[in-house]
């Protein structure tokens, strides 16, 4: 996924914001409205009663819009979720992708070590340096060598079946 349509998206859930605030401040005003004209027209309770029970009806619409917003918010949540698993099985498989590229670099780094001291232990050996020590310390070296490119190869393995 592109960072673009995370953008739009982003945009169009404060555009539903927006939207929502919007309405809500037109039924307050709404609201406000109806409690002043009671208050003002009629003068008696049994009129105030009369009336309000006329309206009764628009409780029941209330009750729907409010049903209504409880729905769209599950959705939206609904929604975010499943972007938020999409987002972290991207961020998983990018972690993979990396732990791949470091365990290539690193039999790289081996192999040329392993290189290095291949062609230590030739140069040596061309050059007559052939002192007991030397030529420990060189195997050694190519021991150490061989044990490091084996647990690279080992791990890469253990990556390998838990990718299949």
Known sequence: MSGRPKVQRFTRARDWKRVVFFLFAILMIISAAYLAGLLLVFCTWDERSAFGQAWGGLGIVFSGAGLLGVALALLLQSK????????????????????????????????????????????????????????????ELEAATEEVLARVRQKDRHLSKEDG
Do not use: D
């Open 80 to 139: 975010q979720l499943s972007e938020q698993a999409e987002s972290l099985n991207q961020a998983r498989e990018e972690q993979q992708r990396t732990g791949e590229v470091l365990s290539r670099q690193v039999e790289a780094l081996a192999l040329n070590a392993a290189a290095q001291a291949t062609l230590l232990s030739l140069n040596a050996r061309h050059q007559g340096y052939g002192s007991e020590r030397l030529q420990r310390s060189i195997g």
